[in-house]
């Protein structure tokens, strides 16, 4: 009976705790987040390299079974991705149109995101153009590619100055990130493929857990690095926020640019590394559209309804 | 007393047990991490009706510490969260006119429904996020029905089905 008496006043004691913690401001709840994560991180790193293990394990040891219906899966995984990014972005759309139910009467922005259709150019197109062969009209009249465009090693799309690119735009297909404009010409620009080294953006971790809650993002931007290799890096993630395998990686859009999440990935590898504050993340970049030459370059423009109004 | 020391031992080793089992679930992915909470509630209820209520306290608290620190949710939602359920969890375990088995599905009825009420009930009270009644009503049902078979069906595979039948009230002095 004592035992029951004891019990129940730790319970009562947590309860009240609990209490306390719902009271706090928003910064000490962070804080208090931040040590219990600290507290449980060694916890944490124990599971996660024992949760691999038995993965790469099982993995091994279903290797040899599954290989035939290895591109079946392969095609269900596409499908599944896509779908869970069309669900992200038809969530999203409608929790902007509910806080602007709320917020009152809507009205049209003065600067709005503006995609424009490009097309990645083929490899001999490419070559041909870099070579001179397709403008023949003499560099004495002026007409001819940038020199920088013509010495890139990169990847062309068909679009350059003439339609308003500017470098470090992002290249798009559908809501999922390709690459970055590296320079424009004057018909032509090269970009950066996600995976390029030289690949860089913030980015932040987005979790689609669940199908009746809403998306729930973390409050940290890291920093996306192409490797070259299959998977891209996250850094600068703090090991105190919560990130799993699965999660998507998405373009940190803090200014609220663009309406909706631009992907750049999935989790595949999240580990707590001991001698530094932050996560070791790989991104697998979605492969869905990766061989699509139809890509589009997000750029910002003036709302022409705006300016027709004055 | 070596019976009390071993008892001592096995209840904590139980509650590291569940504290490794609530970061596996509680961070992983995918169908077992939607049942985390009936997993939890199964194991926190066997700790309190075989080791014991402070043992079954304790573990309360490290799910609750975990939960807290792991999930995305409301600062103090998921310790209020597990001190409810634990509360319920230590007043059913002191119900006397039921057997074990049928007295653990209850409480990992009751535990794993109330549990997961607030943990899905507390964020979502903010206007516009509110889930309707009956998403709300399927989902805890959904979890304390699935803790409840975990229990049953664990019970059934460590002693038998028999042990369902069996009469362990207290002898009544007439």
Redesign the interface.
């Known amino acids: 009976m004592k035992?029951?008496g004891?019990?129940?006043s730790?319970?009562?004691v947590?309860?009240a705790?609990?209490?306390?913690?719902?009271?706090?401001g928003r910064g000490e709840?962070l804080s208090?987040?931040k040590t219990?994560?600290d507290?449980?991180a060694p916890?944490?790193k124990?599971?996660?390299d024992s949760?691999q293990w038995i993965e790469k394990q099982w993995q091994q040891l279903f290797a040899g079974r599954n290989s035939s219906t290895h591109s079946e899966k392969q095609k269900d995984h596409l499908l599944t991705s896509r779908l869970q990014r069309e669900v992200l972005a038809l969530k999203e759309l409608l929790g902007l149109r509910?806080?602007r139910d709320?917020s009152g009467e809507s009205t049209s922005r003065l600067f709005g995101p503006k995609l424009i259709a490009a097309r990645v150019l083929l490899p001999d197109q490419q070559q041909r153009w870099k070579t001179g062969t397709l403008i023949d009209a003499g560099k004495s009249k002026k007409i001819s590619e940038q020199n920088w465009i013509i010495s890139s090693e990169l990847p062309l799309i068909d679009l350059g100055e003439d339609y308003g690119i500017k470098p470090d735009e992002i290249l798009l297909a559908g809501r999922v990130v390709l690459g970055q404009i590296d320079a424009v010409g004057r018909w032509t620009s090269s970009y950066r493929a996600i995976t390029h080294p030289k690949f860089r953006s913030p980015a932040t971790v987005i979790?689609p857990r669940?199908s009746?809650?809403?998306i729930?993002r973390?409050q940290a931007v890291g920093s996306f690095h192409g490797t070259e290799n299959e998977f891209c890096e996250l850094r600068y993630i703090e090991n105190t926020y919560?990130v799993?395998?699965?999660d998507l990686v998405v373009l940190a859009d803090e200014q609220q640019r663009f309406e909706g999440s631009l992907v750049l990935g999935t989790i595949t590898e999240a580990r707590v590394l001991s001698n530094t504050p932050y996560w070791k993340i790989l991104v697998r970049p979605v492969e869905s559209e990766k061989n699509s030459r139809d890509v589009l370059v997000i750029t910002e423009e003036l709302n022409p309804l705006r300016l027709l109004a004055n | 007393m070596l019976h009390r020391k071993i008892n001592l031992l096995l209840s904590l080793f139980s509650v590291s047990g569940i504290y490794l089992l609530a970061m596996f679930l509680f961070s992983g992915s995918g169908l077992i991490s939607e049942y985390a909470i009936a997993i939890i509630a199964v194991c926190v209820c066997g700790t309190f009706l075989l080791g014991g209520m402070l043992a079954g306290v304790l573990a309360v608290v490290v799910v609750g510490v975990v939960s807290e620190s792991i999930l995305m949710l409301p600062s103090g939602t998921a310790i209020i969260a597990s001190a409810c359920a634990g509360l319920m969890m230590l007043h059913l375990s002191k119900l006397q006119s039921l057997s074990l088995p049928w007295k653990g599905t209850i409480m990992t009825f009751s535990a794993a429904s109330l549990w997961s009420g607030l943990f899905e009930l507390i964020p979502f009270l903010q206007p516009g996020n509110l889930l309707s009644g009956w998403e709300l009503a399927w989902s805890l049902l959904k979890q304390g029905l699935t803790a409840a078979s975990i229990w049953l069906l664990l019970l059934i595979a460590l002693f038998g089905i028999a042990s369902l039948f069996k009469q362990s009230r207290p002898a009544r002095i007439v």
């Open positions: 035992q029951a004891v019990a129940n730790i319970l009562l947590w309860l705790v609990g209490c306390l913690a719902v009271g706090l709840n208090l987040k219990l994560r507290f449980n916890g944490l124990l599971v996660g949760h509910n806080s709320k979790k669940n009746k809650q809403p729930q973390i919560p799993r395998v699965g």
